[in-house]
């Protein structure tokens, strides 16, 4: 049950970010025209609302993007089932005792790291991602930040933080794609610990080059410089990015707030699925 507090704050942020108007372009036909109905109903009083939302139901039948179940009425994007067979981190219970944490002490400082779940090529995250990154889902983002915000309740990991922020997009990427799907995890993240979502303390200034055939170290090199923080930064920041494998592009982002005159009073990192040493 959200408050009314927490609806404000969505309200606030879903209007005033570019999620709220995602480029429908890759979505297929009947999610488009869910979408569309979606939003037109939303604002209706609750009895009408819930008739439209089985009516719509029906009409697009929801499915898991992992499993490709359909989905119940009781169940967000994901699937139970499929959201208790991914193995978890639990990391956010050690956040600076456990190996994501590890990959960056020394070379940023940093107050803890969290990450949902353990990233397992072609398991079912891999396709959870695909469909949200590549499909047009942010919605799927929004829902894992909220479902992971719920976990995070009450913990030491998130009782001083001030400000979620994404690892933004450079901007020619967000013009393709619509939206930034770090956003949308941030959004879900926000209406669970209903504390703000900001993207613009940290933004893209230039695009890096492919990194697929390059080792550890000059990717950590190449990202460097590629972002700036033009805002004042001095709050406690959570900052959440969708999959980490190296840590070379949060790591860049996170000097960027460190250069800003007001830089962060701290800075911890979140991200909902963590590559595991191959
Ligand atoms: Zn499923």
Redesign the pocket.
Known sequence: MRTQKSLRTLRYHTSHHPISHPKQKNAAPGFRIRGILAKLTSQLPYPILSYFQDLLRLIFPRE?P????ELTRQEGE??L??LTDIQESEFHLCPTENELYLRFAGRIPLEGAAALFFFDKKG?FQAIMQEMKYHNQPRIGSFLGDYYGAKLQGTDFVSEVERIIPVPLHPSKMQKRGYNQSMAICEGLSRALNLPADDTLLLRTRRTDTQTRKDKDDRWANVEGGFESPRPANYHLLMVDDIITTGATLAAGIQALYANPQPPKSVRILCLGMARKE
């Open positions: 898991c992992a499993c490709k179940r994901v699937c089932t499929c079912k």
